[in-house]
């Protein structure tokens, strides 16, 4: 069964944690994508990864951590220095022209 | 500024009548742009891309560069489009790629 398993799909945070969200793809793609989903703003750009390796800061990327150790795995690192963390995280990847992007179930990050 | 507006949060009409989701866009380059919906307990999926000019499940998109808009447009709505929908646009930054995502609107189509 193909495509980007999320896990947990639930997730609780306490004061001064940290915490990481995995997420892997087995549909061989280069590039993955971490957003985060709040309500009324839409989806926004944490980090996103084109290639093992190598990744780049998206628009809101303060508070987060990611890494790109092996090409179906992009696990997410919510630190302490994220003081409003509650929400749904997606993570995505892309095919190689970009044309589409594959989304996973989500994570929901509450804190306690 | 690169950057994608969906003036509407929330837009709700009867079954049967047309639909039209906003999305304007901002952008130096030439815009890729897509429209990703997301029905109540689904995933996220892309629903159309400018690009193929195609239309799926009754919905197009024109691309106006002129008024830098892509909304989307269905003549006659049913009660299965109720779902969110998302407007995104393909940006170049640097040597990669992002997609960047409007707010959202919330469609609503009642019987």
Known sequence: DGGITQSPKYLFRKEGQN???????N???DAMYWYRQDPGQGLRLIYYSQIVNDFQKGDIAEGYSVSREKKESFP??????????TAFYLCASSTPDRDELFFGSGTQLSVL | AQRVTQPEKLLS??????????????????PELFWYVQYSRQ???LLLRHISR???KGFTADLNKGE??????KPFAQ?????????ALLAAVDSSYKLIFGSGTRLLVRP
């Open chain 1, 19 to 25: 915490v990481t969200l995995s997420c892997e793809q």
């Open chain 1, 27 to 29: 549909l061989n793609h």
């Open chain 1, 76 to 85: 997410l690192t919510v630190t302490s220095a994220q003081k409003n963390p």
């Open chain 2, 13 to 30: 009409v009867f079954k049967g009548a047309p639909v039209e989701l906003k999305c304007n866009y901002s952008y130096s380059g030439s």
């Open chain 2, 43 to 45: 995933r996220l999926q």
């Open chain 2, 54 to 56: 195609e239309s799926i």
């Open chain 2, 68 to 73: 830098t808009s892509f909304h989307l447009k």
């Open chain 2, 79 to 87: 009660e299965e489009d109720s779902a969110m929908y998302y407007c």
